[in-house]
C-alpha cells in the first residue's frame, strides 16, 4: 500500500500539480465571466489562482527536499525520463540543488503573476 501512495504523490506533484492548476484556473475564470456580478473579478480571480498553484508547486518541491520525503525522488526519478519505481530510491541520485531551483523559480512565477494582477487589475475594480 505505502508504494502506491508513494506513485500516486509521486505522479500528483509532477503531473497532476499542474493540471490542476490549469484546469482550476479556467474554470474558475470561465464560472466567474458567466455571471454579470463577477464579470470584472474574473481575470484577476484567474490570475490569483494560476499563481497560487504555482506557488503551492514550488513551496512541495522546496519542502520535500528540506523534510525528505520520497516522493520528491520519484518525481526525480520522472524527470530523468526514468520509471517510477518505489523500491528504487536513493538521496544520493537526486540534486537537491536543482530541485530546489525549481521550486524557487516557480514561486517567483506564482508570486510575479499574483503582484502583477494586483497591480493591473485591483485599482481597475
Known amino acids: 500500500m505505502k508504494k502506491r501512495s508513494l506513485l500516486f504523490w509521486g505522479y500528483f506533484w509532477r503531473y497532476g500539480s499542474i493540471f490542476l492548476t490549469i484546469a482550476l484556473s479556467f474554470l474558475v ?4 465571466l458567466n455571471i454579470e456580478s463577477t464579470k470584472k473579478y474574473a481575470t ?5 489562482v494560476f499563481g497560487g498553484g504555482f506557488i503551492t508547486t514550488g513551496l512541495d518541491y522546496i519542502l520535500a ?18 520509471r517510477m519505481n518505489p ?30 494582477a494586483f497591480i493591473k487589475y485591483l485599482p481597475a475594480l
Open 44 to 48: 484577476l480571480v484567474f490570475c490569483l
Open 29 to 32: 475564470g470561465l464560472i466567474l
Open 65 to 82: 527536499i528540506a523534510f525528505k520525503k520520497p516522493h520528491i525522488l520519484l518525481m526525480n526519478q520522472s524527470a530523468s525520463h526514468q
Open 87 to 116: 523500491d528504487d530510491i536513493s538521496w544520493e541520485d537526486i540534486s537537491k540543488r536543482d530541485w530546489i531551483g525549481v521550486g524557487s523559480i516557480f514561486i517567483a512565477l506564482g508570486a510575479g503573476l499574483i503582484v502583477m
